[in-house]
């Protein structure tokens, strides 16, 4: 009778024999991915003072019929969806945005109650996940354009020059990259499927490819939020730059 209650005890949402306060660590993921949404999703509807001298918004980039000649919303709708899901659909946030959100599951070792059973992502809707590898391809497309931008933030048109902006940008870039760089699609892609390296063509240069993957791998949570807090900052600056907030100080 009394192995019957403790079974019944642990399968009630929330319970759990841990005793550390384990629902601290969902906090933050809660407040912060709130607080970017948010901000985002203003930013993208705002439809101005994304652009300012030689700096581009990363919300707005590529800058898609910013005169509105067939598009009359926000310029920046157009490509929302690309980098927005590739942050849904990511292994990390995945697990970020699950417990923080949804509590599935609230926690390793936590009980999310006796009829909310996890299946993975085997059935609909978390199927769609699966998308994530094809999102890597679109996001490898963006930055593309992210790093032409960050190049053009040094040109002003006196010549090259550096403001605070160009740097902002820079970095944002760099950190973008290496988030992407760090993806487990790209580790997957370069040697996910091989057994043997040097069984394969040009297996030596593979196989150093896939280590420095998973070297920036091991560290995709570090990377992922650095991006996002650098994407939201690097835009907030354009903004306020080009809002006349603040003033841009020339470095160089």
């Given at each position: ?77 157009l ?18 945005y699950y ?29 769609l ?55 487990h ?68």
């Amino acid at each position: 009778m009394a192995d019957s209650s403790a079974v019944k005890e642990l399968t009630r949402f929330g319970s759990t024999q841990r005793r550390d306060a384990w629902w601290i660590e969902i906090i933050p993921a809660l407040v912060i991915f709130s607080a970017f949404i948010i901000y985002a999703t203003w930013r993208a509807f705002e439809g101005k003072f994304y652009e300012v001298g030689p700096y581009l918004s990363p919300f707005y980039s590529p800058l898609i019929d910013p005169e509105h000649h067939w598009w009359r919303f926000s310029p920046a709708i157009l490509i929302l969806g690309g980098p927005a899901g590739f942050r849904v659909t990511c292994y990390y946030y995945r697990k970020a945005y699950y417990r923080a959100f949804v509590m599935h599951p609230p926690s390793c070792a936590v009980s999310e109650g006796e009829h909310r059973g996890y299946r993975g992502e085997a059935s609909f809707p978390l199927i769609l996940q699966n998308v994530h590898r094809y999102f890597f391809f679109i996001v490898a497309v963006f930055l593309c354009f992210l790093w032409y931008d960050a190049v053009v933030a040094f040109k002003f048109p006196e010549g090259f020059g550096i403001g605070v902006g160009s740097v902002i940008m820079l970095v944002n870039v760099l950190f973008l990259t290496t988030y992407s760089a760090s993806c487990h699609s790209l580790r997957h892609l370069v040697g996910g499927k091989v057994d043997c390296f040097s069984c394969v063509t040009l297996g030596a240069p593979r196989h150093s490819a896939w280590r420095f993957v998973t070297i920036l791998n091991e560290h995709h949570m570090l990377w992922a939020w650095l991006s996002l807090f650098s994407v939201a900052l690097t835009d907030l600056y354009i903004r306020l730059v080009a809002s006349g907030v603040l003033k841009d100080i020339r470095l160089l």
